[in-house]
Nanobody, 115 residues
Framework: QVQLVESGGGSVQAGGSLRLSCVAS????????MGWYRQAPGKQRDVVAT???????NVADSVKGRFTISRDNAKNTVYLQMNSLKPEDTAVYFC?????????WGQGTQVTVSS
């Protein structure tokens, strides 16, 4: 069974930075495509960034140049470095693991950016 636990969310002023972490239990991490998604109130859940097992990254246009996804396979951890935060980045951020056709989700961590 795979469990994902996010941390690092919080409240910050516009222009600030946060780093989210997601630790995965189980033995699929190295082979899994990991991702960060976010969901604002009343909106659908959207992908923010993904990283393959080989380290190839993909970042949504809305956060390109501001957010960076990375992974540390030795620590079973994926990170999302968020810089130059904007109020529109306010959302619950979810960690995701995709492996062999199955999807796993963390419980989410709240990020609030005030203007």
């Amino acid at each position: 069974q795979v469990q994902l636990v996010e941390s690092g969310g919080g409240s910050v002023q516009a222009g600030g930075s946060l780093r989210l972490s997601c630790v995965a239990s189980g033995n699929i991490f190295r082979a899994a495509r990991m991702g960060w998604y976010r969901q604002a109130p009343g909106k659908q859940r959207d992908v923010v960034a993904t990283i393959t097992s080989g380290g190839t990254t993909n970042v949504a246009d809305s956060v390109k140049g501001r957010f960076t996804i990375s992974r540390d396979n030795a620590k079973n951890t994926v990170y999302l470095q968020m810089n130059s935060l904007k109020p529109e980045d306010t959302a619950v951020y979810f960690c995701n693991a995709e492996y062999s056709g199955s999807y796993y989700w963390g419980q989410g961590t709240q990020v609030t950016v005030s203007s």
